[in-house]
């Protein structure tokens, strides 16, 4: 009998550990698994750095623990609780001297993929949860190297692999071509695909990659290019032909989905969620006059202004950056706005041979006042903008200023989905 007892103990005090290892722990927040690393041997050796626990992270992340991620105030910064998120040194001030030297270029499963800048010039895996890195090799030609890289890590199915790949554009008089480069930290080589994908029309230079279930994906315009570097594989998928849409439109992950997320012309707030690889479904629409009622009496954007006025910043001056399932987060240009409004209301003449566009003052009713200002009509807009990050939630329409603000560099935003995960950066092979 006794012996029976002591067999039921074992195997209870087994499940016991079972669901705190497999279940409990891998759903901890970062800085709740660092406090229970120095509990004991045991937990440090299946905390730190471990294939099999890193596989249940990744199946079943914290919500505490997730979130999006950029560079932003000196630092990695999170669309979340900084707090739960617990990444132990976001300054990266260990890695470069200033955050200036760092591009954040993808997000995969807990790992970043970071261009260090400043005279060290490479590509970076990261792991910011246990501080881990590993340093490429250089891709021939070196100059090849760009802010469209995308990052694939999947630590359920390959723990210790990792793959990069770098979407080279083409185009001429036919339309688009895109190849695509690939690095595996398997071979520690970079290696060109054999897939090749065209598409016929205006020029469509591939954006921002998203990451999700072994694929990554760039937005081009009217269509979604993606690759699948298991099976060496590649295509398009059209996106959603949104009625009146205007050029603010982003595609982002979440949890392993797919949103598509736009602003038409007319301020309208749309987010779609890819099914099945194919098909388009829209999830939300949300209207102008929802925002000005839900959000009264400081109306939009804590500013006293009306449905037109409203709908003319979405249109023109809101970009939709990231979509959690529920809540939509826009940044907004709201000091471009006021300057449009203050000083240049309609547009006059624009004269590119002298490099000056002259607007009409609106207090002037014949029109023969005008106030002209000096614009450098050759800069590509390589600059970083500052803009205010704003989240609304798509069911009841409520709009909240989040405090924070977001840089927009190059034309894109760098804010990614992202995880804390302990998984440890797989080595490359050389």
Same mark, same amino acid.
């Given at each position: 009998?006794?012996?029976?007892?002591?067999?039921?103990?074992?195997?209870?005090?087994?499940?016991?550990?079972?669901?705190?290892?497999h279940?409990?722990?891998?759903?901890?927040p970062?800085?709740l698994l660092?406090?229970? &690393?120095?509990?004991?041997k045991?937990?440090?050796? $299946?905390?730190?750095?471990?294939?099999?626990?890193?596989?249940?992270?990744?199946?079943?992340?914290s919500?505490?623990?997730?979130?999006?991620?950029?560079?932003?105030?000196?630092?990695?910064?999170?669309?979340a609780?900084?707090?739960?998120i617990?990444?132990?040194?976001?300054?990266?001030?260990?890695?470069?001297?200033?955050?200036?030297?760092? &591009?954040?270029?993808?997000?995969?499963?807990?790992?970043?993929?970071?261009?260090?800048?400043? *005279?060290?010039?490479?590509?970076?895996?990261?792991?910011?949860?246990i501080?881990?890195?590993?340093v490429?090799?250089?891709?021939?030609?070196?100059?090849?190297?760009r802010?469209?890289?995308?990052?694939?890590f999947?630590?359920?199915a390959?723990?210790? !692999?990792?793959?990069v790949?770098?979407?080279?554009?083409?185009?001429?008089?036919?339309?688009?071509?895109?190849?695509?480069?690939?690095?595996?930290?398997?071979t520690?080589? #970079? /290696?060109?695909?054999?897939?090749?994908?065209?598409?016929?029309?205006?020029?469509?230079?591939?954006?921002?990659?998203?990451?999700?279930?072994?694929? %990554?994906? #760039?937005?081009?315009?009217?269509?979604?290019?993606?690759?699948?570097?298991? &099976?060496?594989?590649a295509? /398009?998928?059209?996106?959603?032909?949104?009625?009146?849409?205007?050029?603010?439109?982003?595609?982002?992950?979440?949890?392993?989905?797919?949103?598509?997320?736009?602003?038409t012309?007319?301020?309208?707030?749309?987010? #779609?969620?890819?099914?099945?690889? /194919? &098909?388009?479904?829209?999830?939300?629409?949300?209207?102008?006059?929802?925002?000005?009622?839900e959000?009264?009496p400081? =109306?939009?954007?804590?500013?006293?202004i009306?449905?037109?006025?409203?709908?003319?910043?979405?249109?023109?001056?809101? %970009?939709?950056?990231?979509?959690?399932?529920?809540?939509?987060?826009?940044?907004?240009?709201? !000091?471009? #706005?006021? =300057?449009?409004?203050?000083?240049l209301?309609s547009? !006059?003449? @624009?004269?590119? *041979?002298e490099?000056?566009l002259?607007?009409?003052?609106?207090?002037?009713?014949?029109?023969?006042?005008?106030?002209? /200002?000096? @614009?450098?009509?050759?800069?590509?807009f390589?600059?970083?903008?500052? !803009?205010? $990050?704003l989240c609304c939630?798509?069911?009841?329409?409520?709009?909240?200023?989040?405090?924070?603000?977001?840089?927009?560099t190059?034309?894109?935003?760098?804010?990614?989905?992202?995880?804390?995960?302990?998984?440890? %950066?797989?080595?490359?092979?050389?």
């Amino acid at each position: 009998m006794a012996s029976e007892n002591e067999t039921f103990h074992e195997e209870t005090a087994h499940l016991l550990d079972d669901i705190i290892c497999h279940r409990i722990l891998p759903r901890l927040p970062c800085k709740l698994l660092s406090r229970c &690393k120095v509990i004991s041997k045991g937990y440090n050796a $299946l905390i730190a750095p471990n294939t099999c626990f890193a596989n249940f992270q990744s199946i079943n992340p914290s919500p505490a623990s997730t979130g999006f991620v950029y560079i932003n105030d000196s630092k990695l910064s999170f669309l979340a609780d900084q707090d739960n998120i617990g990444v132990p040194d976001p300054s990266l001030e260990f890695m470069v001297k200033s955050l200036k030297d760092v &591009k954040l270029l993808a997000s995969a499963n807990g790992l970043l993929l970071l261009y260090l800048l400043g *005279g060290v010039n490479s590509l970076c895996i990261y792991n910011p949860a246990i501080m881990e890195k590993t340093v490429l090799p250089k891709e021939e030609p070196e100059e090849n190297i760009r802010k469209t890289m995308g990052l694939v890590f999947n630590p359920f199915a390959s723990p210790k !692999k990792f793959v990069v790949v770098d979407p080279l554009f083409k185009f001429n008089s036919a339309g688009n071509e895109y190849c695509f480069n690939v690095f595996s930290s398997q071979t520690g080589k #970079w /290696t060109c695909s054999r897939q090749k994908v065209f598409m016929p029309g205006l020029r469509c230079p591939p954006t921002r990659p998203v990451y999700a279930l072994g694929l %990554v994906y #760039w937005s081009c315009i009217d269509y979604l290019l993606w690759f699948d570097p298991d &099976k060496d594989r590649a295509g /398009t998928i059209p996106l959603p032909n949104c009625i009146g849409l205007g050029n603010m439109r982003e595609v982002e992950v979440y949890k392993d989905e797919l949103n598509y997320m736009c602003i038409t012309f007319e301020g309208e707030i749309e987010v #779609w969620r890819l099914i099945g690889g /194919t &098909k388009w479904n829209r999830l939300y629409e949300l209207s102008t006059n929802t925002l000005i009622h839900e959000n009264s009496p400081n =109306l939009c954007f804590g500013l006293p202004i009306g449905e037109a006025e409203t709908r003319y910043i979405l249109g023109n001056y809101a %970009v939709p950056l990231a979509f959690d399932g529920r809540n939509i987060y826009l940044a907004v240009n709201i !000091k471009a #706005w006021r =300057l449009e409004k203050d000083w240049l209301v309609s547009i !006059k003449n @624009i004269d590119f *041979g002298e490099d000056v566009l002259s607007f009409m003052d609106p207090t002037d009713e014949d029109g023969s006042l005008f106030y002209e /200002t000096e @614009i450098d009509v050759n800069d590509d807009f390589e600059t970083s903008l500052e !803009k205010e $990050l704003l989240c609304c939630d798509m069911v009841t329409g409520k709009l909240v200023n989040t405090g924070k603000s977001v840089i927009q560099t190059n034309r894109n935003f760098r804010i990614f989905y992202y995880h804390n995960s302990m998984a440890a %950066v797989p080595a490359i092979s050389m």
